[in-house]
């Protein structure tokens, strides 16, 4: 695979995989079966030579444990994870990087440097209670089990701008665009960093958000993917359709691609750029 080939796959949830000639980068890895949806399996995440994860979210986290064990990746996370993986699962040191917001490491010829960004208002009781109301018992154990008992619920939340070999910038704000989103936060990242594709979460009425947050980017191409769709959709909440956020984002941004990614799609890095 050459340079101008490199591909980026949405494995479905928040998980994305990058791949160039020299390896392969994975976000927020996740496969198992969870209300009903299921995209990705093991496989998908065995070649990975680093995986970054964004925040201990179950949907974002809970996966890489497995992963780390059974590959020769390496996380590159918050301090929390790491000692999370470490303390929880037993992750040897050595497999970990914990990392400060703007430290800058290379692994794999990917240059990798966290951001913060701020996560909208969650509640797991008020997930709860919506699902046992809509007789969703079983997934909404589940969902609260791993959320309470699995995963570093609170640690920081990250975005990653990843700069690959031939130098194309990828930025994921993973789902950072909402009510909780700064703009002179994004307009400071936009100063630091050169974003040639945006990934982007699209969910609940944040379309302003993300048009917005992308225009300070100003990337080339928008990949805009849903992070909760299945279990919103379980859970009774209710998201702007994808044309809304396209159609905000083309007046944002008018000369650049803006993409949908349905789970297991696949982009050409140079189509992108």
Known sequence: ???????????????????????????????????????????????????????????????????????????????????????????????????????????????????????????????????????????????????????????????????LPDQTGVMNYCEGFSDHMKIDTVKALADRFKTDILLAGMQLNFEDHVSRGAAALSPKSVVLFHPHQVLFERLGLKSSPPEKFVEKLNEALPDAKVCTAAPKSSFEVSALI
């Not at 590159?76 to 040191?93: D, P, Q």
């Open 1 to 163: 695979m050459s340079l101008t080939s490199a591909k980026i796959h949405y494995q479905g949830w928040s998980s994305f995989t990058v791949e160039t000639e020299n390896g392969k980068l994975a976000f927020d890895p996740m496969y198992r079966k969870i209300f009903g949806a299921q995209w990705a399996g093991p496989e998908d995440f065995r070649d990975a030579s680093v995986i970054c994860l964004t925040h201990g979210h179950y949907d974002h986290y809970v996966d890489a444990p497995r992963i780390l064990k059974e590959t020769d990746a390496v996380v590159v996370a918050s301090s929390g994870i790491c000692n999370h993986l470490s303390s929880k699962y037993g992750i040897k040191k050595e497999k970990l990087i914990p990392v400060e917001p703007f430290q800058e490491i290379t692994i794999s010829d990917f240059v990798i440097t966290p951001f913060e960004w701020g996560h909208r208002e969650v509640s797991i009781p008020k997930f709860i209670k919506e699902g046992l109301l809509r007789a969703e018992f079983l997934p909404t154990l589940q969902f609260a089990w791993l959320n309470l008992f699995k995963v570093p619920f609170n640690v920081p939340y990250y975005g990653f701008h990843v700069k």
